[in-house]
């Protein structure tokens, strides 16, 4: 029950904030098709904004449906998942009319960032409160997709001085690789007792994959 | 489970695109009844916008009671319902002061018709995700009052340039049409093991109606 | 599970709008308790809409409770008093700083009566989805407090032109009378097969109390 | 089920008002990292706002689990909690670019009070509707931490004329206090039937603990 109340509680608020960014795409001053245009970048940044936080959201969901055990630490885990989250509306309403600059690729990329590290704490809390063995504990396994993204995240920061436009391309690009559903959690859901195998890890893949915990 | 927090999230970010079209109608300048004036073709796209996604929540409802296996695709298949739905309000912002130009009528088409595709789009996912002869497969058929919406919002984008306010019509009408509910889902569900005859289709009457899958 | 659903979507639209009004107390233009006091008016009809809202979704809640089917027809009753209760941010934006004024107060009370209206309309379509002798049937009863509100608010209304402060108060009164719950609907919930005798009706009286049907 | 809604609708209302705040964090006018300046005290202030809501979530889901009846009062108990949180933004957008001013500190601080005082009724109303020797009951004991905090928020306010920073050092101070989380419930909801021994209090320690009502 507990979990079903964090669950709606998080619902609530990433629901908030995915559509509080549409604020961001105020009308034009003219009436014209042509007076849309300084509206095109600000369009997406919402769309990236979106598909960011609808990831999160997705992830969010699988994570807690494989926990078993919710503590007085994962609810302020969770906390600070959502409170990175709810930064993004704001990131975006910088980024979004300024596409090429600097600061607002820097400020932006900070808060995937910080919204990435606040999951992985959040992944770690919820697993140090299941029991051992559980099935959390099956589904996550190495995190290779997490990772990596936490490396493409501080990379995009770091050019953004010198490259904003491929800090921002980064952050396209990492969100289209997380739009492959994370199978690792499912899989172990619909077959919580099966012994599977783990398929082989390409080196260098950016998918993430089931890695079994006896490995 | 999983369609349970599937329709929360759903309701909860419909909720908020379907009331945040509100902060569109900002107080007039003045404080006499004719300062309202200007508020006016505001409230009656605010009305639109309102009735429109109070359908889209109404017959997504019915979609997913009717469903009963969600995968992965489904998930994105509806964020992007839900995407092409927040951009309501924002294109309602710019019609609602502009209602006689083009431009702001044929964006707010845009909107309605990315809505409808995405809608239709959710309803194959939806489809492809149940086992053969599933509730839903028997309750959708042959979408023909989707398809003449389709048709509908395309003819008004079109039209826009020369007549706005005829697409505005158009997107009064079709939400008008749209209001009485869809009773194929619903007499599904009433009688899932019944074999219902289907009525007659009449050609060209706007309305949705029943279709065997066997037929 | 269907009224589950209406539930849900109905508190979340009911929850935005509740607190959208707190974007009217925008922060004033200078720094001391001074620059405070045009905000006090703004702050009282904020009050006075937040009870008004919270009312609406006690009463909805016990009147849902107390029905025990939900048809299309309800759905779109109950999307209908949703419209009006989402328009009270807006009515509040205009009546906050324009207290004494008479159309502000005019307005703001034809959104209290259309929501009047419209809950007065959802009950009335929800006793005609329910069978004969429901429990909703002999909890609603005769509706005086609900007439009363309606008359309050006509009158109201009617004097903004001449006298817009008698009709803020009237708004004020109203509410606080509603303040008392819907004790007719309660008492039918807890003790739902007794015979209960109803208490005298004395005239005048601004109190909802329990009626009968046979009577 | 009565509770379930309670809850549903709390969790609404604060899902919005805790990621409203985000909206006064409008971007720079500039787009160079020195342009966030100006942001750092509205980031600060959001995020103390941001915990300051989650903490009172946190404790309005415990406090409801532990209780077993809902009375009409407690619906306006608890709708008067949401008010004040639901102040907590405009106060917020008021202090966060005002944060050495008298003013905004002390109103800021009123909000907090005010929520404070609103939750400990809310805890009695709880108590008085629950039946003698209720969990709830046996939980709640002496509130030694919401006490203290209650005076601290009168001696911030009082302190706001003459040292503004020290009464915001003191906001920050309470809400990191309250990050602990309470334990007193937590424990009564795991061992509901067990005699546990109340350690000794410790005088002036901040924390909370429990106590016997037996004691």
């Known amino acids: 029950m507990s979990r079903d109340r964090l669950e709606a509680f998080s619902d609530g608020v990433i629901a908030v904030v995915i559509t509080i960014g549409v604020l961001n795409l105020r009308p034009p001053a003219g009436d014209t098709l042509s007076a849309l245009r300084p509206l095109a970048p600000k369009l997406a940044i919402y769309l990236l904004s979106f598909v960011f936080i609808a990831l999160y959201w997705n992830n969010h969901h699988l994570l807690l449906r494989a926990a078993e055990r919710i503590s007085g630490a994962v609810l302020w885990a969770n906390a600070n998942l959502l409170f990175w989250l709810s930064l993004t509306p704001a990131a975006a309403a ?6 090429g600059e600097s600061a ?3 400020v932006y990329g900070v808060v995937l960032l910080g919204s990435a590290i606040a999951y992985s704490i959040l992944t770690r809390v919820l697993l140090a409160a299941q029991p051992p063995g559980s099935p959390l504990e099956r589904a996550v396994g190495r995190d290779h997709k997490g990772n990596l993204s936490l490396v493409a995240y501080v990379v995009a920061i770091a050019l953004s001085p010198i490259a904003p436009w491929i800090s921002v391309a980064i952050y396209f690009t990492v969100t289209a690789v997380w739009l492959v559903p994370d199978r690792r959690i499912e899989r172990v859901l619909r077959a919580p007792s099966s012994s599977e195998t783990a398929p082989t ?3 260098g893949e950016p ?3 089931w890695r079994h ?3």
Chains 1, 2, 3, 4 share one sequence.
């Open 94 to 99: 910088w980024l979004g009319p300024h596409l």
């Open 104 to 106: 607002p690729a820097a």
């Open 201 to 203: 890890a390409a080196s």
């Open 207 to 209: 998918r993430s994959r």
């Open 213 to 215: 915990p006896g490995h």
